[in-house]
């Protein structure tokens, strides 16, 4: 090319760069309340707050409870890397029905079986790596707060006492329902809403549950006895952000009834409550199916994580948007392990790369210089992230596109590196190298997808994940691996393609680099046939050559 237009072409390229990265993009949510998607603007600039509806903690957490967790690590992420002051607060449910009744089954005491099972559930959360909350309440101490939100419920006359028990009179509250658009007469009676002749209309809630024989209970100003389900947030999130804050989430079954007698309670004790954003996640399905321990089609994220690495089940949470319904299913996780295998190898391979050149890396304070190439490519990774992010956490257009072009430019400058050089331009190559390095590794940590061990260690557990589900050991790979080394050099190529084609279908691949054979995990091949049968596709088969 001529170098005049080549330098005009750099210019032009730089000015576009130039512009997408100083455009600013004004971050919007989906609002369950107004139903659209708004520009986030906190009450308090610079800052937010942000409450989310935790776990009944009284058994091992679901992949639902996962995908809650997961949504709002992500938000909590990303409005921090927007510069954000974040106030967190996720809640336990610790006094319960549903504990009792698995406390009474045990023989345990219903606190100390859920103090159990909170502990377990910070471990799978850890195991996700979902960010601590700057909070995390539990119910059984924070009675004193419940029980002074339910006394200011009553003084301003929307709750009544019958018998020791305390209900909502929801015919007092005229908003109700403008969170769900449901009626009163929806609100599901034996659904958490006991059946109850004794109140003044079916719908009411309770606030406080007189105390029975075998269950915990407090004293109160009404008698000894328990909070009901939907006070326990009301209570907690004003005790902690006030009764106006920004952020209010959970899972979309919550919407009706636990959010809106939520918004009835905390508007009967302050007239100017407010929460600014309703925001909601979408149900993880089984054959369509919502997931949950009610109808027992469910699996605990300890037993996926026994089998996928639990970067991979999070990749595969958030490959959809967060809004959307997710159908849980093996090939998609098989999909997430091999991607993110791939995703940790380049990164590696990349890092490899450059502790073997830091002496060739100036560090004289200036600018990189990188390729054009490289050049367009942040630009487009940086750009895309910003707009796909702001728009109401598309997390599942970002894993693919620049993203994936990002890794693809780290392969290519990888292999221009073993040829000969200018000393110039391997400068350049080992400086784009680190670049595109940066803005992978900042996308990744947003997402929370940075490994917090070396990408070594992590690729060695998904192996061993991959070894596990396929029913075999690494010796047992590398012994097949010499076996068909052994018939290749008898050239027998189609024995050899035999041998490979057993393994990949138990998800292991083996790559021939030269005289050496090394493994790999992916999807197993039949898994691969079955979803592109499902497109009606047909698989070429791939035979080997000499």
């Not at 849980?328 to 502790?355: M, N, P």
């Amino acid at each position: 090319m001529d170098p005049s237009k080549q330098e005009t072409n750099q210019k032009k390229a730089s000015k576009t760069m130039a512009k997408n990265e100083t455009e600013e993009f004004q971050f919007v949510v989906y609002n369950t309340m107004t139903q659209q998607k708004e520009v986030f603007k906190p009450k308090t600039p610079g800052k937010v707050r942000m409450y989310v509806c935790g776990v009944t903690a009284y058994d091992f957490s679901h992949l639902g409870h996962a995908r809650a967790a997961v949504s709002f690590d992500v938000l909590y992420r990303y409005l921090k890397h927007l510069g954000y002051e974040v106030t967190y607060v996720r809640n336990f449910t610790d006094v319960d029905d549903k504990i009792i009744r698995r406390a009474n089954e045990t023989g345990e005491d219903p606190i100390s079986l859920s103090d159990r099972y909170c502990k377990e559930y910070n471990i799978d959360m850890s195991d996700l790596q979902c960010l601590s909350p700057t909070h995390e309440p539990r119910v059984s101490d924070h009675m004193e707060q419940i029980k002074d939100l339910i006394t200011q419920i009553i003084n301003k006359d929307f709750g009544y006492v019958v018998d020791g028990d305390v209900f909502f009179a929801v015919d007092k509250f005229p908003n109700y329902g403008k969170l769900s658009g449901q009626k009163l007469e929806n609100n599901r009676a034996g659904e958490r809403v006991a059946v109850d002749s004794r109140k003044r209309n079916p719908s009411d809630f309770a606030l406080w549950k007189a105390a029975k024989p075998g269950e915990p209970s407090w004293d109160s100003p009404w008698g000894p006895g328990r909070p009901g389900w939907h006070i326990e947030c009301s209570a907690m999130s004003a005790h902690y952000l006030s009764f106006k804050f920004d952020i209010h989430g959970g899972g979309l079954d919550l919407i009706f009834p636990h959010h809106e007698n939520e918004i009835a309670q905390s508007c009967a004790a302050c007239e100017e409550s407010d929460v600014s954003y309703w925001l909601h996640n979408g149900h993880v399905t089984n054959n369509n199916e919502k997931m949950s321990k009610s109808l027992g089609n469910f699996f605990t994220i300890r037993q996926i994580t026994e089998r996928y690495h639990p970067l991979a089940l999070r990749y595969f949470l958030i490959n959809a948007h967060y809004r959307s319904p997710l159908n849980y299913s093996v090939v998609q996780l098989e999909g997430a392990s091999d991607a993110i295998f791939y995703i940790y190898q380049t990164l590696k391979d990349c890092q490899d790369a450059l502790l073997q050149l830091q002496e060739e890396i100036p560090n004289d304070g200036k600018p990189a210089r990188t390729t054009l190439d490289a050049k367009e490519c942040i630009s487009k990774l940086r750009n895309e992230f910003q707009v796909k992010m702001s728009d109401d956490l598309s997390t599942s257009l970002i894993l693919t596109g620049a993203f994936l072009e990002a890794l693809k430019l780290v392969n290519n400058l990888l292999t221009m590196l073993k040829k000969k050089q200018q000393k110039q331009q391997r400068l350049l190559v080992i400086q784009s190298l680190k670049e595109i390095e940066k803005e992978v590794t900042k996308v990744l940590d947003v997402l929370g997808l940075q490994p917090p061990c070396s990408y070594n260690e992590v690729l060695l557990q998904l192996k061993e994940k991959a070894l596990m589900r396929a029913g075999l050991v690494e010796d047992d790979v590398i012994r097949l691996i010499n076996e068909r080394a052994e018939v290749r050099r008898n050239k027998d190529f189609l024995k050899s393609d035999q041998m490979r084609g057993h393994l990949q279908a138990k998800g292991i691949a083996l790559m021939d680099l030269g005289t050496e054979t090394i493994w790999r995990p992916c999807v197993p091949v039949q898994q691969e046939l079955e979803v592109v049968a499902s497109e009606g596709q047909k698989v070429p088969p791939k035979p080997e050559t000499a």
